[in-house]
Structures are given as C-alpha cells and as structure tokens.
C-alpha cells in the first residue's frame, strides 16, 4: 500500500534532518538516484511490497544497492523506513522529497519531449524563458521519444504548452465535425 500522507511526512522529516546537518543538496542527488532505481526496478519493487520478505532481508538488499552510492545520512535514512515495514513507501518518499526540496529552494522542474534531439542552446533558450514567467529557477528535463510527430511538449508548474502535431491534427478534426459549411436545408 503506497500512501500519499507517509510518503509526504517521511519526506519532511528527512529534509528537516538534512536541513539541520546542512545537506539538502546532497539529500536531494541522493533522493534523486533512490527514486531512479525504484522507478527502473520492477523486481525490486515487488521484493519490497512483498510482507513474506523479512525486513532483515529488505535491509541487507538496500544496504547492497546504496552504500557506496548514497551518503550515509540517506543510507540511514532508507534503512530506517525498511526498518519501520515503509520500504514499499521508498520510491514515493523520494519523489516528495524531491518536491519538497525544490518549493523551499525556489526551483520550478520543467519537461521538454521532443520527437528530435534538441541542440543544447535551444533547452537553454528554453529554460530562461521558463524561468522569465516563473521568477524560479529551473530544472530542465529536455528528452526525446518516438511517438511523436513533431514539435515540442513543455509542462512546468501547472502550465503546459502542447505543440504537437498530433494534437493540432485532433484539434482540427474536431473543427471539421462543427462542419458549419454544410448549408442548413
């Protein structure tokens, strides 16, 4: 069970903690690569959601996948919540932390999908003019896919600018289903 109120407290908790000791910053990569793995790692997910794996077991995996990968304040961290039976919480505290980090830093995290790579001075451009209408700085995300035709998706904050292809050819055909050149008899 994934529940959004203990990913979000755990996830204060440990910037306040971090905040004390003066490493947000560092925290934050560490999150960063914590909320990575658990994203990419299917199996990994279902041995951590898994109540017959004994916490001991969860404990020696994620002391094997982190320790020489994160700093020891997230390391004990993450090993406190496998050892609270949260470890399924894991990927969802990350991303709340991650959240967290960024409102109190004043930072905005924004998405660029192109259907092509997009020259660096572009995603440059991009981001100055994101962080003009924000008045924050800006995290970009700029990634390429194949299931676009072309043009540009871009979301940040709660705005979103879709210059896709496909959805000016939906926006079309909806303009011709009005069809209000039939004459009217």
Same mark, same amino acid.
């Given at each position: 069970?994934?529940d959004?109120?203990? *990913?979000?407290? /755990?996830a204060?908790?440990l910037?306040l903690?971090?905040?004390?000791? %003066?490493?947000? =910053?560092?925290?934050?990569?560490?999150?960063k690569l914590? %909320?990575?793995?658990f994203?990419e790692?299917? !199996?990994?997910? #279902?041995?951590? *959601?898994? +109540?017959?794996?004994?916490?001991? =077991?969860? !404990?020696?995996i994620?002391?094997?996948l982190? @320790? $020489?990968?994160? @700093? &020891? #304040?997230?390391?004990?961290?993450?090993?406190y919540?496998?050892?609270?039976?949260r470890?399924?919480?894991? %990927?969802?505290?990350?991303?709340?932390?991650?959240?967290?980090?960024?409102?109190?830093n *004043? !930072?905005?995290?924004?998405?660029?999908?192109? &259907?092509? $790579?997009?020259? +660096?001075?572009?995603? $440059?451009?991009i981001?100055?003019?994101v962080a =003009?209408?924000?008045?924050?700085d800006?995290?970009?995300? &700029?990634?390429?896919?194949?299931?676009?035709?072309?043009?540009?998706?871009?979301?940040?904050?709660? /705005?979103? /600018?879709?210059?896709?292809?496909?959805?000016?050819?939906?926006?079309?055909?909806?303009?011709?289903r009005?069809?209000? /050149?039939?004459?009217?008899?």
């Amino acid at each position: 069970m994934n529940d959004y109120r203990i *990913n979000q407290n /755990y996830a204060k908790a440990l910037y306040l903690l971090a905040s004390d000791l %003066g490493q947000t =910053k560092v925290v934050f990569d560490d999150m960063k690569l914590v %909320g990575e793995v658990f994203k990419e790692n299917h !199996i990994l997910n #279902t041995v951590f *959601n898994n +109540p017959v794996i004994k916490e001991e =077991k969860k !404990i020696n995996i994620a002391k094997e996948l982190f @320790s $020489e990968r994160i @700093s &020891a #304040t997230s390391l004990a961290f993450v090993l406190y919540v496998v050892k609270k039976r949260r470890a399924v919480n894991l %990927g969802g505290i990350s991303r709340h932390y991650l959240d967290y980090y960024r409102e109190k830093n *004043n !930072i905005v995290l924004a998405n660029l999908m192109t &259907a092509v $790579e997009v020259n +660096p001075e572009h995603v $440059e451009r991009i981001r100055d003019e994101v962080a =003009k209408f924000t008045h924050k700085d800006v995290e970009m995300n &700029a990634f390429t896919t194949n299931k676009m035709l072309g043009s540009f998706y871009l979301s940040f904050d709660t /705005y979103l /600018y879709d210059a896709r292809l496909l959805t000016k050819i939906a926006k079309m055909r909806k303009e011709f289903r009005k069809n209000d /050149y039939e004459s009217r008899l």
